[in-house]
C-alpha cells in the first residue's frame, strides 16, 4: 500500500467531517458576545445574545464604583444587518443608583469576530430626561 494512501484518506475524511462546520461560520446567525466600555445595553463590563437581528443585552453599571445597590443594565437590540457593520436600536433599562429607561441607536463595525460599537441613548428617570453616550468592544463567539 502507498505510504501516502492513509494520509490522504484521513485529510479526506477530516475535511468531510469539519468542511461544514467552516461553512457554517459564514450562515452563523447567533452570537454571544462579551462586551467592555460605557453602554446603556451592557453598561461597564455586560454580554450580548444575538440570534438573526434581535439581542439581549446585560450587564454591571459603571456605578458599582460609586457604591450603589443596583447596577444592572439590560436592553433588547434590533440590528439591521444580523452579521457585519449595522445600525441597531434598543430599548434599555439601567439601574444606576436610579431607575433610568430610554431608547437608544448604536452603530457596530465588525471584523470577523471583533466589534466596536458606538452610539447615542435618550433616557429618563421620570423626572429627568438626557442624552447618555455609549462606547464599548466586543468579542463574538
Given at each position: 500500500m502507498n505510504k501516502l494512501a492513509l494520509p490522504l484518506a484521513l485529510a479526506v475524511f477530516l475535511y468531510s467531517c469539519f468542511a461544514p462546520c467552516a461553512q457554517a461560520e459564514d450562515d452563523?446567525?447567533?452570537?454571544?458576545?462579551?462586551?467592555?466600555g460605557f453602554s446603556t445595553s451592557t453598561g461597564m463590563l455586560g454580554v450580548e445574545v444575538q440570534v438573526d437581528h434581535f439581542a439581549l443585552s446585560a450587564g454591571a453599571a459603571p456605578m458599582l464604583l460609586m457604591g450603589c445597590?443596583?447596577?444592572g443594565t439590560y436592553a433588547i437590540k434590533y440590528y439591521f444587518n444580523s452579521t457585519g457593520d449595522s445600525w441597531s436600536l434598543n430599548l434599555f433599562s439601567a439601574s444606576m443608583c436610579t431607575r433610568l429607561s430610554g431608547i437608544g441607536a448604536d452603530y457596530r463595525w465588525r471584523w470577523t469576530h471583533w466589534?466596536?460599537?458606538?452610539?447615542l441613548g435618550l433616557g429618563s428617570d421620570g423626572t429627568v430626561t438626557g442624552v447618555v453616550p455609549s462606547f464599548a468592544f466586543g468579542y463574538a463567539f
Amino acid at each position: 500500500m502507498n505510504k501516502l494512501a492513509l494520509p490522504l484518506a484521513l485529510a479526506v475524511f477530516l475535511y468531510s467531517c469539519f468542511a461544514p462546520c467552516a461553512q457554517a461560520e459564514d450562515d452563523k446567525t447567533w452570537y454571544i458576545t462579551p462586551r467592555y466600555g460605557f453602554s446603556t445595553s451592557t453598561g461597564m463590563l455586560g454580554v450580548e445574545v444575538q440570534v438573526d437581528h434581535f439581542a439581549l443585552s446585560a450587564g454591571a453599571a459603571p456605578m458599582l464604583l460609586m457604591g450603589c445597590d443596583s447596577i444592572g443594565t439590560y436592553a433588547i437590540k434590533y440590528y439591521f444587518n444580523s452579521t457585519g457593520d449595522s445600525w441597531s436600536l434598543n430599548l434599555f433599562s439601567a439601574s444606576m443608583c436610579t431607575r433610568l429607561s430610554g431608547i437608544g441607536a448604536d452603530y457596530r463595525w465588525r471584523w470577523t469576530h471583533w466589534d466596536v460599537t458606538a452610539g447615542l441613548g435618550l433616557g429618563s428617570d421620570g423626572t429627568v430626561t438626557g442624552v447618555v453616550p455609549s462606547f464599548a468592544f466586543g468579542y463574538a463567539f
